[in-house]
């Protein structure tokens, strides 16, 4: 089946670096694609989301890159905290009509942030 | 603004046992979505719930069953516990009368250990 996964399983980080996480998604029928933020023993905590129609998106210190061409999403995490220490999960929607918020995830990217 | 709420935060069961995890979705949302997380995995989706019924379900066998409250609080039961069904449940939360494609926020979940 379709799924979503990621290049990179564990990412070290110097404290003040900019750290980028790198997905690949398969199913080329997904039109929205999010990312999470869990640290140990909590739940999946939002960061941010793009949609299918767009290529770049920004937060607050992160950034969203969607390339549809190549089926590939990066999250950039600009001045690199300790408190970003987490691992991070890309998760794709797949069309499915109206009703379903079924979100497909990868398997994660450790991120450790070196002080 | 209330986030989602689970409970209990730990539990441990016995093979063969029935379980029941609770949900309290976030104010203003009114789907409720269950996903297992293995260890070192990402979350796998079970089944959602919109107006009290089951409107999608990922490939988790009929022992895991559901229900939703009126007041969109929800509960998650899995019978006849199996070694495997040892993970961290999580319990999301959406409103579906906003944007299609609008984020999930995730309680912290549930850890089940089963032996």
């Known amino acids: 089946g379709e799924s979503v996964g990621l290049h990179l399983p564990t990412l070290s980080v110097q404290e003040g670096d900019n750290s980028i996480i790198n997905c690949a998604y398969s199913n080329s029928a997904s039109d929205y694609f999010i990312w999470y933020k869990q640290e140990s023993g909590k739940g999946p905590q939002f960061i941010i989301d793009?949609?299918?129609?767009?290529d770049k998106r920004q937060g607050q210190r992160v950034t969203v890159l969607l390339n549809k061409t190549v089926k590939h999403l990066s999250l950039q995490i600009a001045a690199t905290q300790p408190g970003d220490s987490a691992v991070y999960f890309c998760?794709?929607?797949?069309?499915?009509?109206?009703?379903?918020?079924?979100?497909?995830f990868g398997k994660g990217t450790k991120l450790s942030v070196i002080p | 603004e209330t986030g989602v709420t689970q409970s209990p935060t730990h539990l441990i069961k016995t093979r063969g046992q029935q379980v029941t995890l609770r949900c309290s979705s976030q104010?203003?949302?009114?789907?409720v979505s269950w996903y297992q997380q293995a260890l070192g995995q990402g979350p796998q989706f079970i089944f959602q719930?919109?107006?009290?019924?089951?409107?999608g379900r990922g490939n988790f066998p009929p022992r895991f069953s559901g229900l939703q409250f009126p007041n969109y609080s929800s509960e998650l039961n899995v019978n006849a516990l199996e070694l495997d069904d040892s993970a961290l449940y999580l319990c999301?939360?959406?409103?579906?009368?906003?944007?299609?494609?609008?984020?999930?926020?995730f309680g912290n979940g549930t850890r089940l250990t089963v032996t």
């Open positions: 999301a939360s959406s409103n579906r009368q906003s944007s299609y494609n609008s984020p999930l926020h």
């Open positions: 104010s203003g949302h009114n789907t």
């Open positions: 719930y919109y107006r009290e019924e089951e409107n």
């Open positions: 998760a794709e929607k797949p069309y499915s009509g109206a009703g379903s918020y079924q979100l497909t």
């Open positions: 793009i949609r299918s129609n767009m």
